[in-house]
């Protein structure tokens, strides 16, 4: 780099600044302990949340499976199930803690992973995107400085996270808790890394997420292909995918610690590439930027505009839910053989979703999980109204002819008629890896809109109330999903599992319909709506 300088004659002669050394890394730790308090909600909570489900599970597994017999039989049929080991991985070990492992590594996996790639792109590329870094970049801070403290935000969580699992789950066996611990951090460390090479490919914040997101989903993918062909997680495709690391390094089953090191050379590999091509471009650009549109503008409402923005999320979870529909249908009939005649699992299967047949009840299970992330899908669909409010991508189009309920119904049609669409989805991949009952099955995944529209209704009365309280709407399906999920496992008092909307619905396939409750959640959703919506009249938009 090359700047000028005034001597005490008036000349002005050059001189060059030396660009390597310690000025790139200028101001990381300013930047660290900011990103760790603009993340003092998401992070904690998302921890909490993932560490609570992997901690709950051993006391759940202990009151089902009471006697090492059992659980040595139930290890013995998951091994032999292809279908089980595509879905949760190959059983190592038949102690609490290898159920533990087997049962909810994977999917704590996932969850570490997801956490990494929304911290690195809300700190590296989300700042470009907004202009915010220039500003920043402006001050005394290094160029390499905004990404190494993203990065070290994210490595803190899964940090964090790796030693309250090890931690809580000491207990079963140190080294079996650590190596699990350690495992679920590596493969959210991994995927902060990869984030911050996809961040520098595209110049969307939103792109970014829906690429590093394909690769976690491709990632799930090859493992569950590989486990499906071995019994032993030997198989090359499983051995492509981090999440196939985590799995073969054992815990609780003679650890494999050298896998580990699989874990530090990926992070270490990928971060080493990041550096390198965030050195070969500009602020704000990156290595495929964004084509320009037509010279004339094709979309003329603004509900067309909301479609072009979100129609790449929407056939995302559409592809997502059919695909995992099918796969889950295709499990209901070894459901039954998998419970055997442990009385106290169906006791649990039928509190989680069923009254009547272990595969009714599986059924209802599975439409009620796909209800619960399809809360998800909702909240992040209504919540592009902020987006689009604090990015200042709104203010042009309200400038015009262009009302705020026009602007905002546009999105909303999208949020709600999709969730509605992807769960519709749902029941027909259900129905069809199920092979019967077709109406049903459908009608158990209709089911579960009423209670989604309600959480994305609350998104929608935060968000209209004050753009500081929309992301509280995290929080909410946050909430809701873990009540869901662990609350009747745990024995939840009734009381709590009540404030889940989706605790109030009928168990279909099994059950009796109850359009009572149907109706009514579908009226609170329509009352928040209304309300949020007032709300965002009479408040200053952010510009």
């Known amino acids: 780099m090359t700047t000028t300088t005034t001597t005490t004659t008036g000349t002005t002669t050059p001189f060059a600044v030396r660009s390597g050394g310690a000025r790139q890394l200028a101001g990381t730790g300013t930047l660290l302990r900011f990103n760790l308090r603009r993340d003092r909600v998401m992070i904690p909570v998302w921890v909490a949340v993932t560490a609570l489900m992997v901690l709950s599970l051993p006391g759940s597994l202990e009151s089902v499976y009471s006697t090492p017999a059992e659980r040595a039989d139930i290890a013995r049929q998951l091994f032999t199930n292809s279908s089980l080991r595509a879905t949760y991985g190959p059983v190592?070990?038949?102690?609490?803690?290898?159920?533990?492992?087997?049962?909810?590594?994977?999917?704590?996996?996932?969850?570490?992973?997801?956490?990494?790639?929304?911290?690195?792109?809300?700190?590296?590329r989300d700042e470009e995107e907004s202009g915010r870094q220039e500003l920043i970049s402006s001050a005394m801070v290094g160029r390499r400085a905004p990404l190494t403290a993203a990065l070290l935000t994210a490595l803190v969580a899964d940090t964090v996270l790796a030693l309250l699992i090890a931690g809580g789950l000491a207990g079963r066996g140190a080294s079996g808790a650590l190596a699990l611990g350690l495992g679920i951090g590596g493969v959210g460390a991994v995927f902060a890394t990869l984030t911050a090479i996809v961040a520098q490919f595209t110049e969307s914040a939103r792109l970014a997420k829906g690429l590093t997101g394909g690769l976690l989903g491709v990632a799930f993918v090859l493992r569950a292909a590989g486990d499906s062909a071995t019994n032993d997680g030997s198989s090359p495709l499983t051995w492509v995918s981090p999440i196939g690391w985590l799995e073969n390094v054992r815990p609780f089953a003679d650890e494999r610690w050298w896998v580990l090191g699989l874990f530090v050379a990926a992070t270490a590999l990928q971060g080493w590439l990041a550096y390198e091509l965030a050195g070969r471009r500009d602020v704000g650009m990156s290595f495929l930027p964004t084509r320009p549109g037509p010279a004339t503008g094709r979309l003329r409402t603004a509900g067309a505009l909301a479609w072009r923005l979100q129609r790449g999320t929407v056939l995302g979870w559409s592809i997502g839910f059919f695909t995992a529909g099918v796969a889950f249908g295709g499990l209901t009939k070894g459901a039954a053989d998998l419970v055997g005649d442990n009385a106290r699992t169906r006791e649990i299967i039928e509190r989680m979703g069923g009254q009547s047949g272990i595969e009714n009840a599986f059924l209802a299970t599975m439409a009620g999980m796909f209800g619960m992330v399809a809360a998800l899908y909702v909240v992040a669909s209504v919540l592009r109204l902020h987006a689009e409010e604090t990015s200042q991508r709104a203010e042009p189009i309200l400038a015009n002819a262009v009302g705020r309920l026009r602007w905002a119904g546009g999105h909303l049609v999208i949020a709600f008629g999709g969730a509605a669409w992807i769960l519709l989805l749902s029941g027909l991949g259900l129905a069809l890896g199920y092979g019967d009952d077709l109406g049903p099955v459908l009608g158990a995944s209709l089911v579960q809109v009423p209670a989604v529209w309600v959480l994305g209704g609350l998104a929608v009365l935060l968000y209209g109330l004050s753009p500081q309280l929309a992301l509280g709407a995290w929080g909410?399906?946050?909430?809701?999903?873990?009540?869901?999920?662990?609350?009747?496992?745990?024995?939840?008092?009734?009381?709590?599992?009540?404030?889940?909307?989706?605790?109030?619905?009928?168990?279909?396939?099994?059950?009796?319909?109850?359009?009572?409750?149907?109706l009514a959640l579908t009226g609170v959703a329509v009352v928040l709506v209304a309300a949020g919506l007032a709300g965002m009249r009479r408040r200053d938009m952010a510009t």
């Open 92 to 124: 190592f070990s038949d102690s609490i803690g290898g159920l533990t492992a087997w049962r909810i590594g994977g999917y704590a996996a996932i969850l570490a992973g997801i956490m990494s790639l929304l911290v690195v792109v809300r700190h590296t």
């Open 476 to 518: 909410v399906a946050g909430f809701a999903l873990l009540v869901g999920w662990i609350g009747p496992a745990l024995d939840v008092p009734q009381g709590v599992l009540d404030l889940s909307p989706f605790g109030h619905l009928p168990k279909l396939p099994g059950g009796a319909m109850a359009w009572g409750p149907v």
